[in-house]
């Protein structure tokens, strides 16, 4: 700004109208601004946009400065998230000048691996293994369903029960895995796993080989190993092996007659439904 001092009119000077005015308002205290200063304001006045900055934090800085979130004269923050020029590249500024932050993004639970013993055969696709700490954990093998022994002998259910435990007889050093596209635990809380045994074979693939499981797929999201079960599974009926063989290849069907046609399958918008967490892999 521009401060004109007040001074005495020389003699024999006359002053026009214009510059009398201007004298006596800035002998009045009044301050007359430049036109350097008039300059700036237009200057900070002028829109900016994203390419005018080389990251997201030097463009939100100065989106707050300029009354971001809630004002955004520069039209940097396109989608209202309180964020500037998101595709700009970080160190990042948080979004809002006191609004809202961007949720984090929720972690995945964690999945079972550890080494373990086999306790006990519960039937032929469940069994309990006991981790090197001592704890024990009921184990679902993910991706394989077997006939029932419980709540109603099914046929082949004996049969798959004692191929599970020639399989895994007690004392059997395992390796218990989760499958990262499939759930932690199951509906009764079983852990939902591979197991691998020391030195033999997984458990899982191994029931489809033998013929005494179906392979299933949970609410139709195939686990990762789905195409080699298939296969196992595809041999296996060609061979007639196990439940493809003795019943026909019905692995749901009441009691040791082969020939019937009853089933234990309930349908379902998703397909046929075993217990309350397994699809029929159709």
Known sequence: MRVVRCAREPRGVSLNRFMLVVVVLTCAGVVVPSQTA??????????RDCADFDTQREAQRYYESRGGPDSDPDRLDAD??????????????SGGGGGARPKPKPRLPKRPDF???I?????????????????????????????????????GGRQASASMKRLAPPGRRVRV?????????????????????????QL????????????FVFRRNPFRQTASFRR?????????????????????????????SRHRWRSSSRGPVIGSYYHADT
């Open 38 to 47: 008039g300059a700036g304001a237009t200057a900070h006045a002028a829109d």
């Open 80 to 93: 209202g998230d309180g964020r500037a020029c998101d595709s700009l590249p970080c160190p990042c500024g």
């Open 115 to 117: 080494p373990a013993r």
């Open 119 to 155: 306790v006990r055969v519960t039937d032929g696709d469940t069994i309990v293994v006991r981790s090197g700490s001592g704890r024990r954990f009921k184990v679902r093998l993910i991706g394989i369903d077997t006939p029932e022994v419980f709540g109603g002998v099914e046929c």
């Open 177 to 201: 895995y989760g499958d990262p596209t499939q759930d932690r635990r199951d509906a009764f809380g079983r852990l939902l796993a591979y197991v691998k045994t020391r030195g033999g074979p």
């Open 204 to 215: 899982n693939i191994a029931q489809v080989r033998r013929g005494w499981a179906k392979v």
């Open 232 to 260: 196992a599974a595809r041999s296996a009926k060609r061979g007639r092996r196990g439940v493809w063989g003795r019943c026909g290849g019905d692995f749901h069907q009441s009691g040791k007659d082969a020939s019937s």
